[in-house]
């Protein structure tokens, strides 16, 4: 996974890539500025896109007009963060940058927004402090009455794979983290691996092992998959006899 950038990082990146593709000058930027009231000359655009220019609360709710009106093209607040990677928001909280513009309408998400823990927050007891309280009510259900052992560090090395997981199970991903940190203690990729590597401790030397593993791990995929399957649906089956749903269809 690359390194985290800062807010600056990413926002100066997407304002050259942006100014670039329309065919536009730092200048044609600078001067559209100052006619809405800011006083960037071409070296603060210079250094916006260098990433070494912080941006006030006021200066980013703009920017996406302000580069409508300069480049001549449609530009929201999503393409200012259309970039590959994580964004460092603390020194504790890092996420998607192409999530990033989803956090201003917080209260109206679901938990299908990744956000991920860094290394100080793994060493946290029981994680991040900011996802847990987002899922403590599903995980309930489920009977993960606490942050499971390890899973700061699950949410911090899962990746694709774990997120189409998730999906699969109609699940938020930080839920199916911490299903698989109540199951494994790893992810379901750092799972599976393991479980092929004791089937087949040996490296891949020729095609034929090379096919016998590939068709392991398609395997051993589908167990874990049945062992997460049967984990939700007795959590699910004991939620609706707590609520005296038992009989009802």
């Known amino acids: ?29 600078s001067r559209t500025a100052r006619s809405m009231g800011l006083a960037w000359s071409r070296s603060k655009i210079a250094a916006l896109e260098r990433g070494e220019k912080a941006l006030s609360g ?8 302000l580069l409508q009106w300069s480049l001549d093209r449609p530009v929201s ?3 200012l963060f259309d970039a590959d990677g994580d964004l460092q928001l603390t020194s504790h909280v890092r996420v998607t940058a192409r999530d990033a513009p989803r956090l201003l309408e917080y209260d109206a998400l679901g938990n299908d927004i990744v956000i991920r823990p860094t290394e100080q927050a793994a060493q946290l007891p029981g994680g ?3 996802i847990w309280p987002r899922i403590r009510g599903r995980c309930r259900e489920l009977g993960i009455n606490g942050p499971p052992a390890g899973f700061a560090e699950v949410l911090r090395d899962s990746g694709e794979a774990e ?3 998730a999906y699969r199970f109609k699940e938020a991903p930080h839920v199916f983290a911490a299903i698989s940190a109540h199951l494994w203690g790893r992810t379901l990729t750092a799972e599976r691996d393991a479980r092929v590597r ?6 891949v030397w020729d095609e034929a092992t090379a096919n016998r593993i590939y ?11 049945q062992e997460v399957r049967v984990f939700i649906a007795n959590g699910n089956a004991a939620m609706r006899r707590r609520l005296g ?3 009802e269809e």
């Not at 006021?58 to 007009?65: C, F, G, S």
């Not at 004791?198 to 490296?203: I, M």
């Not at 068709?215 to 998959?225: H, K, S, W």
């Open 1 to 29: 996974m690359n390194a985290p950038r800062s807010l600056r990082e990413v926002i100066g990146e997407r304002v050259r890539d942006l100014r670039e593709a329309a065919g536009k000058r730092q200048e044609d930027i």
């Open 58 to 65: 006021e200066e980013l709710l703009l920017l996406p007009m």
């Open 77 to 79: 607040m999503s393409d």
């Open 128 to 130: 991040d402090p900011l």
């Open 163 to 165: 997120v189409r997981a």
């Open 198 to 203: 004791a089937k087949e401790p040996g490296d």
């Open 215 to 225: 068709a392991l791990r398609g395997r051993v995929t589908r167990q874990l998959d």
């Open 245 to 247: 749903l038992d009989g």
